[in-house]
């Protein structure tokens, strides 16, 4: 059963619910924030429009600072105006940055604890058909494990500009990840949405799936799927990957004894991870991990690669059911 | 803006006495890095102990004051005795260095010791930030709230192996930072042996010209062209100042100077007092303090 506290989209569960990419919603964020702090700069590795920085661009032109295919220079340079004073958001491909320029950003901007916003965009494999290279499973890994980071996966585009404005007003070093394609909008403006603070979209009792990003979405049609049998699963927005909402995730698998997490990411490092390492902790249950299986991506449609990699609503159901055989 | 003999003979006295620090730390340290530090003692005397750059060590955030940004991290040790003589802490820490629970580590972190500007080891990413730092400036100007505030990137000529300096380079060009000075230290000299035969840099001065850097060459052992080339490199509209200061690594310590294998190691007890026998007689000039 949905929680009636998490208002969500009316229409979420319909064939024709509303699809926006997430870095749409950044990038009307990012303006709001620029309206509300003139400290706040934005900094592009020549990819303005798919970035969707465009906006920002075109009403803050002083404030928007081109740094070309230099994404280790971008870290940087937004770590040195960080360091006088202004709020700066780098953003590029997840593959690039924090990719590319991971040293960059873990000493110049999280070891140096200033105050720059990271945005990884084209995230997952979803990309789909520029293949591999250009699909990020790696980040959540990469930046969850730098000490003062705050790692963000808003689960769609609503939620991507709400997390550009937190960004925006909390003090230190965020990234946040993006989707390039359009995926279902789960959230409304009313939603709930607090850093480090998980969401329960619905109820359940035998098992809890702990999901992140637009895979959200999947998690929430397996979960009907499965009332359908009998088998009732809560659903858990972990949108904070760090630091991580550790009595929501341990009260639920306390109440469960059974946890799936969901996540376009490699399942080695990411948010399925720190779920386990906080359960192992503090209680231990039976896990299934859903996610990429320590292998590179290939080209596709966003649907199919999905499907490919083990992300499906199918295998989600498969893997509530095998998690319970586990109890 | 004028330096006259006497403080320059003043200054020279300064830079010997750092010298000695940065033999004693290392000396007490048992690791560190000898060379570049040494070789860098007068660049950073005319930087903390005279009034090219704006600064109070009393009061060390102050808004106003210009940014000395180390991109070398590891010549630390001749920051921290320049930073020690110009007040920003007391002199006694300096023999810290190095050791648990100290304000100097080993390369230097910012949130550690008030008055160092970033943190640095890693090479290469130092102008970029510094750049970060002077287009900040810049855009503040245009509020107009404070004066303009130069920031002075040290840099070694090994990091120029780094792409990202290149980057930096060219993104600094670019936007015509003209508050943006750097001061490479041309000691010819990396870990793994002389910069032109790890990584041929040369002809610098072109390059960096061809990004649309102003280029000045000076001494780096000569406290009155440090000085000016500084507030030179003030004066020059429209275009970062890439400062080559040609010094000798080791410089003073007569075993040491030239030599590659002395970038990364420190000085064991023997040496150490052949190195501080050297720098207390000025080079042989005097000799009571040997006797």
């Known amino acids: ?327 | 803006m004028h330096l006259f003999d006497e403080q320059i003979k003043k200054l020279e006295d300064f830079a010997n006495q750092i010298r000695q620090d940065v033999i004693n730390m290392l000396l007490e340290a048992k690791s560190g890095h000898s060379a570049g530090p040494l070789g860098m003692a007068d660049v950073f005397t005319v930087l903390y102990l005279t009034d090219a750059i704006k600064q109070d060590p009393k009061n060390p955030n102050w808004e106003e004051r210009d940014r000395i940004v180390l991109s070398n991290g590891h010549i630390c040790p001749v920051m921290y005795a320049a930073m020690a003589h110009a007040g920003y802490f007391p002199k006694e820490e300096l023999m810290t260095l190095r050791k648990y629970g100290s304000r100097l580590q080993g390369h230097p972190h910012r949130e550690k010791l008030p008055g160092l500007e970033i943190s640095s080891g890693p090479l290469g990413s130092g102008l970029s930030q510094a750049a970060g730092m002077a287009y900040g400036f810049k855009l503040d100007k245009n509020q107009a709230r404070l004066p303009m505030r130069q920031v002075v990137c040290l840099m070694g000529d090994g990091e120029l192996d780094c792409g990202q300096v290149w980057e930096a380079v060219m993104w600094a060009g670019k936007n015509k930072l003209d508050n943006l000075t750097a001061i490479i230290d041309r000691n010819n000299i990396q870990i793994d042996g002389f910069t032109e035969d790890v990584m041929p840099l040369e002809p610098l001065r072109k390059k960096f010209e061809s990004f649309g850097w102003s280029v000045l060459e000076i001494d780096g052992h000569n406290i009155k062209e440090i000085y000016d080339a500084i507030f030179e490199a003030r004066a020059i509209f429209e275009k970062p100042v890439m400062i080559i200061a040609h010094t000798i690594p080791g410089k003073g310590v007569d075993f040491m100077e030239f030599d590659f294998t002395w970038h990364g190691k420190p000085p064991n007890a023997e040496e150490g007092k052949k190195a501080l026998d050297e720098l207390r007689s000025l080079g042989g000039k005097i000799t009571s303090e040997n006797q």
């Open chain 1, 1 to 327: 059963m949905l929680n009636q506290d998490a208002k969500l989209n009316q229409k979420l569960l319909q064939p024709d619910v509303e699809q926006e990419p997430l870095r749409f919603g950044f990038g009307r964020g990012l303006v709001l924030a620029g309206r509300g702090d003139k400290n706040v700069v934005v900094l592009c590795a020549d990819l303005t429009d798919s970035t969707k920085v465009s906006d920002f661009k075109k009403e803050f032109p002083e404030r928007f600072i081109e740094a070309g295919i230099a994404e280790q220079n971008m870290a940087s340079l937004a770590a040195g105006l960080a360091a006088v004073g202004k709020v700066p958001f780098i953003t590029s491909y997840a593959m690039f940055s924090p990719g590319r320029n991971w040293e960059q950003i873990r000493t110049t901007i999280c070891y140096n604890d200033v105050n720059v916003k990271i945005a990884g965009s084209h995230a997952g494999v979803s990309v789909g058909p520029d293949g591999a290279t250009h699909q990020a499973t790696e980040d959540i890994a990469i930046t969850r494990v730098i000490p003062n980071m705050t790692v963000i996966t808003p689960c769609d585009s609503i939620e991507a500009e709400k997390a550009t404005l937190l960004a925006a007003r909390i003090r230190g070093p965020v990234y946040f990840r993006l989707a390039r394609e359009k995926t279902p909008i789960i959230t409304t403006k009313d939603s709930p949405f607090e850093i480090g603070k998980a969401n329960v979209l619905r109820e359940g009792k035998d098992v809890v799936i702990i999901a992140c990003g637009p895979l959200v979405y999947n998690s929430l049609l397996a979960a009907e799927e499965l009332s359908k049998e009998g088998i009732e699963v809560a659903v858990i927005n972990n949108h904070t990957i760090k630091p991580m909402d550790e009595t929501t995730i341990a009260r639920f698998a306390e109440q469960t004894g059974a946890v799936v997490t969901v996540e376009e990411h490699q399942i080695s490092g990411g948010m399925g991870s720190a779920v386990a390492e906080i359960l192992a902790r503090n209680h231990p249950v039976p896990m299934e991990f859903v996610g990429v299986h320590d292998r590179f991506g290939e080209s596709g449609e966003p649907n199919e690669l999905i499907e490919h990699f083990g992300m499906g609503v199918k295998d989600i159901t498969e893997a509530v059911k095998k998690v319970i055989s586990r109890k």
